[in-house]
């Protein structure tokens, strides 16, 4: 499921992000929804989260 949409995002759902330092890469960190940080009902790069552990990333995979 595409992490582009607001709707699909819930707070404690896992995911695999990408953190801004690693969008060159494509690195994908996994973890659980925190906070959602992006208002937009929709984002082309994906919805933006924070997860558990404090990472900040775009939503890439909803897992």
Avoid: F, W, Y
């Avoid at 995911?15 to 994908?28: P, S, Y």
């Avoid at 082309?44 to 924070?50: A, E, L, N, S, Y």
């Amino acid at each position: 499921m595409p992490g582009s949409n607001r709707k699909n995002v819930k707070v404690g759902i896992k995911v695999k992000v990408v953190k801004k330092e690693h969008q060159r890469t494509g690195e994908l960190t996994e973890g659980i929804v925190k906070d959602i940080l992006t208002n937009s009902q929709n984002h082309p790069h994906g919805i933006k989260v924070r997860l558990a552990d404090g990472t900040v990333g775009r939503i890439k995979e909803i897992i």
